[in-house]
């Protein structure tokens, strides 16, 4: 039986071209530090795929037949630990908002290079944002619009202790983990945990759905 390094990633490959998960599994082999445990032509057997192989992040296209990688998405967040990197070749404003709503950790367009997939990988694992440059406006200026239209009431801040609050604060000025840690002079470890504590106590599925409540909130 292999024994798996724990410093390695773990992920997903979730596209219904095979030509495109055959170029980007030759991305991921080629880095030591990440390892692809399976793929899945179609949202259904991404999801039962995450069941079975937990792997720690999962690529995930958006137009897949049958269930797509919303709602993929939206399935794996909610009942396992995997994240979620959204990597399409789309930047409508409708895939972008419906992804991070559904608990994306990240959306990455196809044409990004190869240092940068393997980056936004390892930020996605280690509990960071990552947007697309093409889409950062698109996200701010959609999750706005729906929070000026829509009568849902606003997290209550008031939940938050003083340090979450912090935190909070911080991911709205897009500190990743490593970065808060160095400013409040505490581990990366704490800064998770107080991160995954934001998340459950403002009902966020992902730290990009945070960073913009921050910034709306300032």
Request: hydrophobic share 45%; proline share 4%.
């Amino acid at each position: 039986m292999t024994i798996r390094d724990p410093r390695t990633i773990t992920v997903l490959l979730a596209d219904d071209h095979t030509a495109i998960r055959s170029g980007l599994r030759m991305i991921l082999d080629s880095d030591p530090d990440i390892e692809v445990v399976g793929e899945a032509a179609d949202g259904a057997v991404a999801v039962s795929q995450v069941l079975a192989l937990k792997p720690d992040v999962v690529l995930m296209d958006i137009r897949m037949p049958g269930t797509d990688g919303i709602a993929a998405t939206r399935i794996i967040t909610s009942e396992t630990g995997s994240r979620v990197l959204v990597l399409t070749s789309f930047e409508i404003d409708e895939y972008v908002f419906d992804s991070l709503r559904a608990g994306a950790g990240g959306y990455l367009l196809k044409s990004a290079s190869a240092d940068a997939l393997l980056h936004a990988i390892r930020s996605v694992h280690a509990g960071d944002g990552v947007l697309a440059p093409e889409v950062t406006r698109t996200v701010i200026d959609a999750f706005a619009a729906v929070r000026e239209h829509t009568p849902a009431p606003v997290p209550a801040l008031d939940t938050l202790t003083g340090r979450e609050r912090e935190v909070f604060d911080l991911i709205g000025e897009g500190l990743s983990n490593r970065q808060i840690a160095t400013r409040l002079g505490v581990s990366e470890t704490t800064v998770k945990t107080h991160v995954a504590r934001v998340l459950h106590k403002l009902d966020l599925q992902s730290r990009i759905q945070a960073a913009i409540l921050a910034h709306e909130s300032r």
